[in-house]
């Protein structure tokens, strides 16, 4: 989010890190991109967070962009713009519109340089990019930097897209993101099926059996007032901190949503197919697989298909514990913690992708199976 707020910085002439190190009017650069201002010191005011660079005792201010200190002087991050001039003014003369950082300092550099006029060497504090001008006429370079967009939000909350898109290749090769999403993919597969092979026998009961419904009702109504990232810490205990727990996790997680949900499914079967069941002379059993479970299947299908779709966040919970052992939740947390907000907001896309593409399939594959669904009256 940005606004065509424009702003000019005065700096000491410096290059460029990239492309054509002279910084001439009319250079546009991207974000990011580096530039050094050689001998010179670097003042940031704690209270205020505001950066100056410090040159020939006279300050700058950075405003509203960045700098560190480096081994040849400071190095500005500069943001996307241009350079739009760069005039040459004489400090002695008056015509700098920067005043020393004191003026007492000032007098005594230039006393200091006046002892040292005769000597062949010079004594190292006015070495360095700490030193200071060593004559009272000094040229300064003004050069000015326009900012053609500022930021709402700071980076580091809210990318660009540009910085979204410049750290995929990192993500991709360097991060192994395909990876990290393949791994995910398999433990939510095991906890899917772990959880079906408990929960669809016992939906199936519970809705064909008043006293086995009663006896696992009040537990199903627990767990749907059970926080899921609760269960983490006891998935821990009981199961350690490996793939078992992970998976365990996963199959606890989609077996507290699907349960409530197969048995709806169930229960919204119309009794009057039971009831021509039984005057036809069909047994329970019968009843139960050929007319409830027959009834039921394409509302059990869509719960299955909801669920499979939540077990892309409880992923998340599952895999930040332990970052060795890979997925997208692992990736997303090492991201968080090293600052890399870029790769935190495509690791959030890539799993918005694939979980739009696994609807699809699924939704594709309830058409086979329920033709009969998309038939209009």
Same mark, same amino acid.
């Given at each position: 989010?940005?606004?065509?707020?424009?702003?000019?910085?005065?700096?000491?002439?410096?290059?460029?890190? +990239?492309?054509?190190?002279?910084?001439?009017?009319?250079?546009?650069?991207?974000?990011?991109?580096?530039?050094?201002?050689?001998?010179?010191?670097?003042?940031?005011?704690?209270?205020?967070?505001?950066?100056?660079?410090?040159?020939?005792?006279?300050?700058?201010?950075?405003?509203?962009?960045?700098?560190?200190?480096?081994?040849?002087?400071?190095?500005?991050?500069?943001?996307?713009?241009?350079?739009?001039?760069?005039?040459?003014?004489?400090?002695?003369?008056?015509?700098?519109?920067?005043?020393?950082?004191?003026?007492?300092?000032?007098?005594?550099?230039?006393?200091?340089?006046?002892?040292?006029?005769?000597?062949?060497?010079?004594?190292?504090?006015?070495?360095?990019?700490?030193?200071?001008?060593?004559?009272?006429?000094?040229?300064?370079?003004?050069?000015?930097?326009?900012?053609?967009?500022?930021?709402?939000?700071?980076?580091?909350?809210?990318?660009?897209?540009?910085?979204?898109?410049?750290?995929?290749?990192?993500?991709?090769?360097?991060?192994?993101?395909?990876?990290?999403?393949?791994?995910?993919?398999?433990?939510?597969?095991?906890?899917?099926?772990?959880?079906?092979?408990?929960?669809?026998?016992?939906?199936?009961?519970?809705?064909?059996?008043?006293?086995?419904?009663?006896?696992?009702?009040?537990?199903?109504?627990?767990?749907?007032?059970?926080?899921?990232?609760?269960?983490?810490?006891?998935?821990?205990?009981?199961?350690?901190?490996?793939?078992?727990?992970?998976?365990?996790?996963?199959?606890?997680?989609?077996?507290?949503?699907?349960?409530?949900?197969?048995?709806?499914?169930?229960?919204?079967?119309?009794?009057?197919?039971?009831?021509?069941?039984?005057?036809?002379?069909?047994?329970?059993?019968?009843?139960?697989?050929?007319?409830?479970?027959?009834?039921?299947?394409?509302?059990?299908?869509?719960?299955?298909?909801?669920?499979?779709?939540?077990?892309?966040?409880?992923?998340?919970?599952?895999?930040?514990? +332990?970052?060795?052992?890979?997925?997208?939740?692992?990736?997303?947390?090492?991201?968080?913690?090293?600052?890399?907000?870029?790769?935190?907001?495509?690791?959030?896309?890539?799993?918005?992708?694939?979980?739009?593409?696994?609807?699809?399939?699924?939704?594709?594959?309830?058409?086979?199976?329920?033709?009969?669904?998309?038939?209009?009256?």
């Amino acid at each position: 989010m940005t606004w065509g707020k424009t702003d000019i910085v005065l700096m000491p002439e410096g290059t460029l890190t +990239e492309g054509e190190p002279s910084a001439q009017p009319g250079r546009q650069v991207q974000d990011r991109t580096g530039y050094l201002i050689k001998d010179a010191a670097l003042e940031t005011v704690s209270a205020t967070g505001d950066q100056f660079v410090i040159l020939k005792d006279r300050k700058f201010p950075l405003k509203n962009l960045s700098a560190r200190t480096v081994d040849e002087g400071v190095m500005v991050n500069l943001k996307r713009g241009k350079f739009i001039s760069r005039d040459t003014f004489s400090a002695s003369s008056g015509e700098s519109p920067l005043q020393p950082i004191d003026p007492a300092l000032s007098q005594n550099t230039v006393s200091l340089e006046r002892s040292y006029a005769s000597s062949t060497e010079r004594p190292s504090a006015l070495i360095g990019r700490s030193a200071m001008a060593t004559t009272k006429t000094i040229v300064l370079v003004q050069f000015s930097f326009e900012v053609l967009e500022s930021r709402r939000f700071a980076s580091i909350i809210l990318p660009s897209p540009g910085d979204v898109a410049r750290s995929f290749s990192g993500l991709w090769f360097e991060r192994a993101l395909a990876r990290n999403i393949g791994i995910s993919f398999l433990r939510i597969l095991a906890g899917f099926f772990i959880a079906f092979l408990i929960v669809f026998p016992l939906s199936i009961l519970m809705g064909t059996f008043s006293k086995i419904r009663f006896m696992f009702a009040p537990l199903m109504v627990f767990g749907g007032y059970m926080p899921i990232p609760a269960i983490v810490p006891l998935s821990l205990m009981f199961c350690g901190t490996g793939e078992f727990q992970k998976v365990m996790f996963l199959a606890l997680g989609f077996s507290i949503y699907l349960l409530p949900l197969f048995v709806r499914a169930i229960d919204d079967v119309d009794n009057v197919y039971l009831q021509t069941a039984y005057t036809l002379g069909a047994g329970r059993w019968q009843v139960m697989t050929r007319v409830l479970l027959g009834i039921a299947w394409p509302n059990i299908y869509d719960a299955m298909r909801m669920g499979f779709g939540v077990g892309w966040g409880y992923i998340i919970l599952a895999e930040i514990v +332990e970052q060795n052992s890979g997925g997208i939740g692992a990736a997303i947390d090492i991201s968080r913690r090293r600052g890399l907000t870029p790769d935190v907001y495509l690791i959030l896309g890539a799993i918005v992708v694939i979980a739009f593409i696994t609807d699809k399939i699924w939704g594709k594959l309830g058409d086979i199976l329920f033709p009969y669904r998309s038939l209009k009256r």
